[in-house]
Structures are given as C-alpha cells and as structure tokens.
C-alpha cells in the first residue's frame, strides 16, 4: 500500500508570497493529482501529473519520479488560494485506486 | 464543463434509518467513486464502480452498498446508519482513457446521525 505525506500539514503565508507544498509517496505510482479543496466541501482538481512539470496560471506542479516526490507552487498567492490542497497518487497497473495525503492548509492573508 | 452532482448537501438522519446518497454525472464516465472524508484521515475509498451494474469494495466498505443502474447515476446505501458513519461524502467520476484519469468531485454531502 502506498503511503502519501504532505508537509506542511499548515501554513499561513501573506499575500504575494511565494508557497510551495510537498508530497512524498512510497511505492511506484503511474501519476500523481494536485486537488484543492475549499471550506463547504467540493474538491477541484488542479493537476494530474506523471512525469516533469505542469503549469497553470500562478500554479506550478512538479514531479520527480525517482525521488517519489512531488511539489505545488503557487506564485504571487492570494486570499482566494487559501484552501486545502491534497496531493493523491494512482498506483502503477491502477486505473482508478487512488491514495489521499491528508491535505495542507493553506491561509493567505491579505 | 464536466458536473458531478449529489443530491443533498445536508443531511440529518436518526440511527437505524436507511440513507440514501445520490450521485449524477453528465460526461459519460466508466467510473464513479463513493469516498468519505473524515478529520485526520483524509479521503477514504468506499466503493468504486467501472461499469453499469459492477462494483468493487474500497478500503472501507463495512456499513454501506451502492447501485448503478445507470452510467450516470452513482448511489450510496446505508442500510442502517449509525452514528460512527457521520461524516462528510464525496463522489467523484473519471473517464478511462490514454490521456490519464482525471478525476472529477461533487460538492460533498454532509450526513449527521443523531
């Protein structure tokens, strides 16, 4: 069974600062997924990933197979960013089991 | 835009009663998730289906079932809901396919048992 830690497990940061969350996983994975999730529930996710570096707007994911790590960047971070982010992984031969890191915390202030 | 939608946001049912949970999909997908997310453990895997009228039990499957009648229709039973089953539930869908599985959530129903 794969295991999947995020750090930090909170954060608070000021608005425009720079913010990166880690994931490590233990086992072999086929692709990782950076979700968001905001307070009241729904989950959206922000990226799926297998190998090297994504980039959307001020978000930045990157992955680095061989060290079974993973990072989330956000440029430039803003009050609306502040959510929870989680960071799952899809076992190699899995189409759908995911495994969960129990999330970051995010708070921006302005 | 891909829609998973779940029925009821907030529930309160009282022990003992079924529950019923329902999930729609608008974008034809094979798969669909039931999860359930508590503080401190993260999201947890309760049932998953591939396919209408197929099922696999997740990690946590004790208490619950689920139907697909339907592709686009994904439900979660408790049959007698307890009190240790308060928690908030998520579906979710995703399309099997070369590009990956992106996986897309409802918005979550938060179920209290009284």
């Known amino acids: 069974k794969n295991e999947v830690e995020q750090s930090p497990q909170n954060l608070t940061a000021q608005e425009g600062e720079f913010i990166t969350i880690n994931c490590s996983y233990s086992?072999?994975?086929?692709?990782l997924h950076w979700l968001q999730q905001h307070p009241g529930g729904g989950i959206v996710s922000l990226f799926m990933?297998?190998?090297g570096k994504k980039k959307h707007g001020r978000l930045i994911a990157t992955i680095n197979i061989q060290e079974k790590h993973s990072s989330l960047h956000i440029t430039a971070s803003h009050p609306r960013d502040s959510a929870v982010y989680i960071c799952?992984?899809?076992?190699?031969?899995?189409?759908?089991?995911?495994?969960f890191g129990k999330g970051t915390l995010l708070t921006v202030n302005p | 835009d891909v829609k998973v939608t779940q029925s009821s946001r907030y529930l309160v049912k009282r022990t003992g009663e079924k529950v019923f949970l329902e999930c729609v999909q608008d974008?034809?997908?094979?798969?669909m998730f039931w999860y359930r997310q508590d503080p401190g453990l993260g999201l947890r895997l309760i049932y998953f289906?591939?396919?209408?009228?197929?099922?696999e039990k997740g990690d946590i499957p004790e208490g619950y079932s689920v139907s697909r009648e339907k592709k686009e229709r994904f439900s979660l039973i408790l049959e007698s809901a307890s009190t240790n089953q308060t928690s908030m539930y998520l579906c979710?869908?995703?399309?099997?396919?070369?590009?990956?599985?992106?996986?897309?959530f409802g918005e979550g129903s938060w179920l209290t048992v009284v």
């Open positions: 979710a869908s995703s399309f099997v396919g070369h590009s990956g599985n992106t996986i897309y």
């Open positions: 086992v072999g994975i086929s692709a």
């Open positions: 990933l297998s190998s």
């Open positions: 799952a992984v899809r076992g190699g031969g899995s189409n759908y089991k995911l495994t």
């Open positions: 974008m034809d997908h094979e798969n």
């Open positions: 289906s591939y396919d209408v009228k197929m099922k």
